[in-house]
């Protein structure tokens, strides 16, 4: 039976914040990370360079996923392993920031890992199945998504056609330097010493 008010006081749960609270502190970085995550600027254009990559992703985002693996050594600068592995490692944290990107903002955050593989795959197995498969996996933007953007690039390389006479790269600008290679074009054939190959200039 309640009495007074102060009875009524003893019965309403009371909460206490504990700042050594390692499950409190885990919450409120991951909530920061999160309003990072969404409040970061969106992907323009079709650029699925890595450098792209990396500006779409908040540093605070990159910071704790590099700590994952890395480690306490992160801070202390530390040397961490070969270059080859630094850039393995860094490679992968990339593209496990983009699938957090892209998850984190409905799957509206057409990150350059989604629009790139999506494209790669595509291009080498011509199959829709495969990729709405990784698409439903997180990995790369869905098939129609896929022929959309397609559809759009090849519009922008007939405009440049229509503009300059040739294509020309939307990433081509002045001062920067560029380098390119070419090769003579094989053309099967039969011919004469078996080799099977004609090489033409």
């Known amino acids: 039976m309640i009495n007074d008010d102060s009875d009524v006081k003893r019965l309403i749960p009371t909460f206490k914040h504990d700042d ?12 920061q990370i999160r309003g990072d995550m969404l409040s970061h ?16 992703i908040p540093d605070r985002l990159y910071m704790f996923l590099s700590m994952l693996p890395g ?10 392993g070969c270059e080859k592995h630094e850039n393995r490692r ?3 944290i990339i593209n496990i920031a983009q699938d ?9 955050f057409l990150t350059p890992k989604h629009i790139g593989m999506a494209s790669k795959l595509h291009q080498a197995t011509r199959s ?55 090769d003579n074009v094989d053309i099967n054939e039969y011919i004469l010493d078996g080799k099977g190959t004609f090489h033409a200039k």
């Open 20 to 31: 050594q609270d390692p499950f409190l502190t885990m919450v409120h970085v991951a909530l």
């Open 41 to 56: 600027p969106k992907p323009i254009g079709l650029d699925v360079s890595t450098d792209r990559a990396i500006d779409y």
């Open 71 to 80: 480690g306490q050594s992160l801070l202390e600068n530390d040397e961490l």
């Open 90 to 92: 860094r490679f992968r």
């Open 100 to 108: 957090l990107m892209h998850t984190a903002n409905g799957d509206k």
């Open 128 to 182: 829709k199945v495969l990729v709405n498969t990784f698409h439903q996996a997180g990995h790369v933007i869905s098939y129609r998504e896929s022929i959309k953007l397609e559809l759009h690039s090849l519009k922008n390389t007939l405009e440049s056609m229509d503009s300059y006479g040739a294509v020309v790269p939307q990433n081509l600008v002045k001062g920067r330097f560029v380098h390119f290679s070419a």
